[in-house]
DNA sequence: GTTATTGCAAACAATTTGCATATAA
DNA sequence: TTATATGCAAATTGTTTGCAATAAC
């Protein structure tokens, strides 16, 4: 996401809450400025840990509370991988894209794809049903990288 | 899967546990049974319930360890998804499908799509890397359910 | 016999919750 | 003011582990 798109996102964000009868109070704002800056998955830990670090508020429960708040307004979305949630922010111009995993270092590398997405729009009609969100996780290496050999 | 496919899962779970030098221990086999009898998503409790009820062996910690180590060997697949793992079968065939949770019920219903498929297979090429296994999971209702309204 | 496997209970890790206090509106 | 938000600590939930007893091969 650009520098503007992270703005719009908080401005976004701090509008949906106002909305939804919440207060613009410390320990999520600076939960939402924190992701705003972070394109990528981060766990409610690592918010928690880099939240105190540079000195804002944010005991673990008031974090974990913000998140659960921002993602049942579709503020966030949220990925289960090994026992562990990450969050990440939702454009609200509905650009999105995926997440591939590199199985050498476990690196989470973002990507998107046009005909994936073309594939998941078709797919609801196919089935007949609606589909409202789709969550995709690849697994795989660079193409230079030498397979495992552990 | 078919009831031969099911037989075929438990063979081939069978050889390839020996072949690691595992023994056809009591609590791992019926793990195996049972999961070869679902077709779809299990969690570890949800099948440690299952055997006791059935009378078979397996402790909690058995179950883990048994999922654990198919997991490892490649025979399950793993989901997480709001904080607890489910585990499903791989056919030994290549087979696979997806998942589509119902909003309305939290029911997973599995699907499969070849667009989708073909859409993943062309993902490596696109982006230069190797992609080795994919998760997908979409949210959804079916096209007759009226959407929520709480 | 030797080595893998089991079950129990204790240990853990991630997340949630109760409650009294602080704070935004 | 008054309802929302916070922080702490305790409680839950899902999963892992140490260890002595047991079962496969």
Chains 1, 2 share one sequence.
């Not at 400025?33 to 990528?40: A, G, K, V």
């Not at 840990?49 to 429960?61: I, P, V």
């Amino acid at each position: 996401m650009s520098d503007t798109t992270h703005k719009r996102w908080v401005q976004h964000s701090n509008a949906v809450l106002r909305a939804a009868g919440l207060r613009a109070s410390a320990g999520r704002t600076a939960v939402v400025e924190l992701l705003s800056r972070q394109s990528c998955l981060l766990t409610a830990q690592e918010i928690a840990d880099r939240l105190r670090e540079e000195g804002s508020a944010g005991s673990t429960a008031t974090v974990y509370r913000a998140l659960e708040t921002l993602h049942e307004l579709g503020l966030l979305r949220r990925f289960d991988a090994e026992g562990v949630a990450r969050y990440e922010p939702v454009d609200p111009s509905g650009d999105h894209h995926h997440h591939i995993v590199l199985e050498e270092t476990g690196d989470v590398v973002p990507f998107d794809d046009a005909e994936l997405e073309r594939a998941i729009a078709g797919i609801g009609q196919r089935l007949g049903l609606i589909v409202t969100s789709h969550d995709i996780i690849l697994r795989g290496r660079l193409i230079d990288d030498p397979p495992e050999s552990d």
